[in-house]
């Protein structure tokens, strides 16, 4: 079986790529390793990948590259890369959102049209529903993104609907709910706290600490793209949460209780483009994908503290 992991170097490309070179994939990765975040951080992540038999590194970004050739013989794509940020998204930074995460994914879709590949698994968000009137979110619900980001990621899921529609490019969209674990991006919340925390520095929350997200462990994230390739339809979309929703200041209590430490915790202005609360109606997800979370918050969490401190030697 041959696989294209695009955002191979990334937090959650680089688990789904070890995933499937375990079972006896070969994977074709490519990452164009922006400048969002330190580039050495995607290099850490990619260390066992590059010493892997069967990995092949393309590093260049997606709208540049002969993609007929790449996915010429391939089994599956997943669709993982993307510029993420809700809260960068906004004003002249969009371009890069609207050429990433747009334009590449449409770009993916029309190369794969006549590869006669088995699957295209499409990394969404649960960014495009917004402020929702009543939770849990639900893949019937209208969604109403509040962030260019939100917006970006529907857009591609509505590229895969219409390729899908058109071209009959097997696609399915799983709507990622806040992800997190080991590796996980710098400028994200969870590796921010745990940081800051065990060296006894500041923590900054957005808004007042009550709003509530449904996290979901990356390893659960990486089991519903692998069972979404088996899923025998297609045009499909998936929400995928991990069962955790609870408030950011629960969150750092358990930080807290796990570490043995206290959070100096600074709270500043709501940015825009974030959501109150979400909360991911999965039945449709166990039922049709059979996905079923397993890690619950403390432990994810007890692992990512783990991993923290052994990236900067704390």
Not at 65 to 85: M, P, S
Request: glycine share 8%; net charge negative; with cysteine.
């Amino acid at each position: 079986m041959k696989s294209i992991v695009t955002g191979c170097a990334g937090f959650i490309g680089s688990h789904l790529a070890e995933r499937l070179l375990k079972e006896g994939h070969e994977v074709v990765g490519i990452d164009n390793f922006s400048d969002y975040y330190p580039k050495e951080i995607k290099e850490k992540n990619i260390e066992n990948l590059l010493e892997a038999e069967g990995f092949q590194l393309i590093e260049e970004d997606i709208n540049n590259l002969n993609l007929k050739e790449i996915v010429e013989g391939a089994d599956y794509v997943f669709h993982q890369a993307a510029q993420a940020g809700v809260r960068a998204s906004w004003g002249e930074n969009f371009k890069i959102y609207t050429d990433s995460n747009i334009l590449a994914t449409q770009a993916l879709l029309e190369a794969v049209k006549d590869a006669n590949i088995k699957k295209f698994v499409y990394a969404s968000s649960s960014s495009v529903y917004g402020d929702v009137d009543s939770l849990p979110m639900r893949e019937t619900d209208n969604p109403r993104p509040v962030s260019p980001y939100g917006v970006s990621k529907l857009a591609g899921e509505h590229l895969c609907y219409l390729y899908w529609k058109n071209f009959g490019v097997p696609t399915v969209s799983l709507r990622y709910f806040t992800v997190y674990g080991e590796r996980q991006r710098p400028d994200m919340a969870f590796h921010r706290f745990i940081k800051a925390i065990l060296t006894q520095d500041e923590i900054v929350v957005y808004g007042d600490g009550r709003q509530t997200r449904d996290f979901t462990y990356v390893r659960d994230i990486v089991e519903a793209n692998i069972l979404a390739v088996k899923y025998a339809k297609s045009g499909e979309v998936f929400n995928i949460g991990g069962g955790n929703r609870i408030s950011i200041n629960e969150v750092i209590r358990i930080l807290e209780e796990l570490t043995g430490l206290k959070a100096k915790v600074k709270y500043i202005e709501k940015q825009k483009g974030d959501v109150r609360d979400t909360y991911a109606d999965i039945s449709k997800a166990k039922k049709e994908l059979g996905y079923n979370p397993r890690v619950d918050i403390k432990e994810g969490l007890k692992r990512e503290i783990e991993w923290i401190k052994s990236y900067y030697n704390i």
